[in-house]
């Protein structure tokens, strides 16, 4: 995908709901009490990985300044740890980082052609973006990781994989409604790759690694499953659909949702151990700059 076509592509996806959401950026809650709620419903729920992941990362570091990838409206998690600088080819959820996620500054531009200057930041950091990278970009993109960060520095991601895990093989086998509930409208995932693929980039680039998770396998936060699958794959199979009907009956009542989530973090912490490698969807990784 051309620069010109990925910005014409997001710049349509965010006017979408799923897309008019994630532009509002994670904020977090505003009631402190009902913050306090989701940051101990974090510690264990498996919705939660990925901030717990990040907090692993960045608490044990000296606070300094971060660069956001693809950061949409922002993640005030990270500012926790640092002034933050987001970056983003869509200028309309980078009004959202600065607003609402206090980024110290929001830049508009592709993240492969990074306008910083070498060995500009503590961390680099990004959440769910490389899997929208396309396969023949993802080394330039790891190129400028290498070339921004300072010696010493850190950079952590949250990455989207492909899978051989049998949801991920049963979706594929309908290519074109793949295409549309796995890589279109789940926000442009046009880079998706083997998670050994991921880690052999990060080693060929020359990074150090510091920590390496899985993401899930087939155990995914239940509105992962409407996301993906609350459409004609219904028709495909009957297992599909009665996951999907559980899946909807579970959100309906937030408690019941956040309980349920809590219960599948819990699953899923034993589940990923025995899970292979290849049948993980997705990855959490952090590396130096030597």
Known sequence: MTSGAAKDFYHKYYRTEKGAMWAKGHMGFANPLLNCLSEIRDLISIVGKRQRFFKKVLKNNKKGLILDLGCGGGYKLFTRYGAVIGVDLEIAPLKNACAACAYKMAVNADITSLPFEKDSFDYVVSSDV?????????????????????????????????????????????????????????????????????????????????????????????????????????????????????????????????????FLGAVNYFVESLTPLSHTQGLLLAYRKP
């Open 130 to 262: 490389m899997g929208h990278i396309p396969l023949d970009k993802k080394n330039l993109l790891l190129s400028e990781i290498f070339r921004v960060l300072k010696p010493g520095g850190a950079t952590a991601h949250a990455v989207e994989t492909a899978s051989a895990n049998f949801l991920y093989r049963f979706a594929q086998e309908y290519p074109q409604l793949f295409q549309k509930s796995f890589v279109e409208e789940i926000g442009g995932h046009f880079g998706l790759e083997m998670p050994q693929a991921v880690l052999d980039r990060f080693a060929k680039k020359g990074f150090r690694p510091i920590r390496v998770e899985r993401l899930w396998g087939f155990i995914w936060p239940t509105e992962e499953y409407l996301y993906r699958f609350d459409n004609e794959y219904k028709d495909k199979s009957f297992l599909i659909r009665a996951l999907v009907a559980v899946s909807k009956a579970l959100n309906k009542n937030i408690v019941i949702h956040a309980l349920v989530n809590v």
